[in-house]
């Protein structure tokens, strides 16, 4: 049986990648609604997409920050089913507390946290009616652990994690499943899109020692765990779709395996100590010896892949 997917955020990054992924399965076992907030930006999708355009793929107009908009997508939809709901769209937002809008913060929660609402909100009745369905979530190991200069966006998606875990209870009770998606860094256009915004800040109010952490230390540290690390939205969405078609779907998974340890240190000791510390060294150790691990876990990450290759059973 075929299976309707909306994503949201479909005109770049991991939801592209995860369209044109579900659209393109050879079992044809989906009909992707492909969304965006802006059609003016469907060109790279509708490219990517090929000859499923029109057939198991089509794009439609969603701006997760606006209720009519998921209501309108929603009812547009043969008898409005969704059975399943990608919430993808998302924005970033670093750089010292200090310089940061209310307003900006405003408009982040907004979209990372309320828009995971309003799209939960207008899905969901249908799904518990029908006794299933499934609602998988774009989080980030940020919704696990705290980085710093990232308080705000940490904490959005720490609030997408805790919204999650509390449907997830309800959700069980109607044979819905909810899916959280942790990855790591991704190189999408939100790498981009932090920094061209870090670049407009006005870093000269700031104390110098602060100035000094974030342009001198943090700005260098996240473009090389970004350049180390990331992984491709291919990648992303390569994961969320064995999610998707997963007989008993996980609750949370983690995309990059690297940083599984942090989230079984913060378990391991409650009292936060070990994890903070931990972390903190991991961060501030920036020094050759860091680099050169680094290197080793990618060396190691791409070993454990290609024996995963071998594996896999044609
Ligand atoms: P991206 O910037 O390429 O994609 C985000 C998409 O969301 C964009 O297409 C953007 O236009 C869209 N969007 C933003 N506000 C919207 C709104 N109000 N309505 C509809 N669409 C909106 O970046 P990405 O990396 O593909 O991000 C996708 C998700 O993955 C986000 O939720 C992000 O937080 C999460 N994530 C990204 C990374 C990473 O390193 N790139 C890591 C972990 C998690």
Request: include cysteine.
């Amino acid at each position: 049986s075929c299976r309707n997917v909306l994503i949201t955020g479909c005109s770049s990054g991991i939801g592209l990648a995860l369209a044109v992924h579900l659209a393109r399965d050879e079992l044809r076992r989906f009909r992707v609604v492909a969304t965006m907030r802006d059609l003016g930006r469907r060109g790279e999708l509708e490219t990517r997409a090929g000859t499923a355009l029109g057939h198991t793929l089509e794009i439609r107009q969603l701006d997760v920050d606006c209720e009519e908009s998921v209501r309108r997508c929603v009812e547009a939809i043969p008898q409005q089913r969704v059975d399943v709901l990608v919430s993808n769209a998302g924005r970033g937002l670093v750089g010292p507390l200090e310089l940061q809008s209310v307003e900006a913060a405003r408009r982040l929660l907004d979209t990372n946290v309320l828009g995971l609402l309003r799209l939960v909100r207008q899905v969901l009745p249908d799904m518990k009616r029908r006794r299933s369905g499934h609602v998988v979530v774009m989080s980030s190991v940020l919704g696990l652990q705290g980085l710093l200069f990232n308080d705000l966006y940490c904490a959005s998606k720490f609030a997408v994690e805790g919204f999650c875990e509390s449907l997830a209870l309800q959700a069980l009770k109607f044979g819905v499943h909810i899916s959280l998606i942790e990855p790591g860094p991704v190189a999408t256009e939100f790498e981009r899109k932090l920094y061209e915004e870090a670049a407009t800040l006005d870093l000269s109010g700031l104390d110098p020692e602060t100035r000094e952490l974030f342009q001198g230390f943090y700005l260098p540290y996240s473009r090389e765990v970004f350049a180390a690390l990331a992984q491709s939205p291919a990648e992303v969405a390569e994961h969320t779709a064995r999610v998707i078609t997963s007989e008993s779907p996980p609750f949370r998974s983690q995309t990059n395996s690297l940083y599984a340890p942090l989230a079984t240190l913060k378990h391991a000791d409650t009292s936060g100590h070990l994890p903070l510390a931990a972390f903190q060294r991991l961060i501030f150790q920036h020094d050759r010896l860091f680099k050169a691990s680094l290197s080793l876990l990618k060396l190691l990450q791409w070993r454990k892949r290609r024996d995963m290759d071998h594996t896999k059973t044609p």
